[in-house]
T-cell receptor, first 112, second 115 residues
Framework: GENVEQHPSTLSVQEGDSAVIKCTYSDSASNYFPWYKQELGKGPQLIIDIRSNVGEKKDQRIAVTLNKTAKHFSLHITETQPEDSAVYFCAAAYSGNTPLVFGKGTRLSVIA | ETGVTQSPTHLIKTRGQQVTLRCSSQSGHNTVSWYQQALGQGPQFIFQYYREEENGRGNFPPRFSGLQFPNYSSELNVNALELDDSALYLC??????????????FGPGTRLTVT
């Protein structure tokens, strides 16, 4: 089955700097790669996703890149703000309505 | 925030007991997936319900069971609770079958503690 590895497990950045979180997956049949942000005491919130027919997607300060050949994808957050502090999870699935396989998460701390 | 709601918010049970968790899906969504999130881990897929039928199951024993109702709300039942069942239980709402829709939206979760 699918296996998703996520790095780093913790990341601290200064406010205004960029943050990058990387994930690799094992199943070449996976076609859908969402990213979730989870704040303390809340459920995961979908922040951006990418499908296999696209190499990059941006939404304001957030971007995701996908390299299907290498089976890795990354989340980029620019101009980080304290409210970006949370745990971020990457996931992979055959399609969005099929089971998501999650990485173990990255705890991002943005220091003001 | 998503329109997915879960109840109760927190629950404390004793080993061996049974528990029922509830989820109301987002308006217009007919599919509910349940996930278990242990402390410090990513969510793990338990099972999915589409139009009241189970539509896929993860690596969880039969004492984890579920239901989906005609209004697409769902229940997760766990029998013979074990200490390792302590976790945050999340439901995710989506529409359609595989390939027809992509996004899954999570509720706030139910924190279950088994003592």
């Amino acid at each position: 089955g699918e296996n998703v590895e996520q790095h780093p497990s913790t990341l601290s950045v200064q406010e205004g700097d960029s943050a990058v979180i990387k994930c690799t997956y094992s199943d070449s049949a996976s076609n859908y790669f969402p990213w979730y942000k989870q704040e303390l005491g809340k459920g995961p919130q979908l922040i951006i996703d990418i499908r296999s027919n696209v190499g990059e997607k941006k939404d304001q300060r957030i971007a995701v890149t996908l390299n299907k050949t290498a089976k890795h994808f990354s989340l980029h957050i620019t101009e980080t703000q304290p409210e970006d502090s949370a745990v971020y999870f990457c996931a992979a699935a055959y399609s969005g309505n099929t089971p998501l396989v999650f990485g173990k998460g990255t705890r991002l701390s943005v220091i003001a | 925030e998503t329109g997915v709601t879960q109840s109760p918010t927190h629950l404390i049970k004793t080993r061996g007991q049974q528990v029922t968790l509830r989820c109301s899906s987002q308006s217009g969504h007919n599919t509910v997936s349940w996930y278990q999130q242990a402390l410090g881990q990513g969510p793990q897929f338990i099972f999915q319900y589409y139009r009241e039928e189970e539509n896929g199951r993860g690596n969880f024993p039969p004492r984890f069971s579920g239901l989906q109702f005609p209004n697409y709300s769902s229940e997760l039942n766990v029998n013979a609770l074990e200490l390792d069942d302590s976790a945050l239980y999340l439901c995710a709402s989506s529409s359609g079958l595989a390939g027809s829709s992509y996004e899954q939206y999570f509720g706030p979760g139910t924190r279950l503690t088994v003592t």
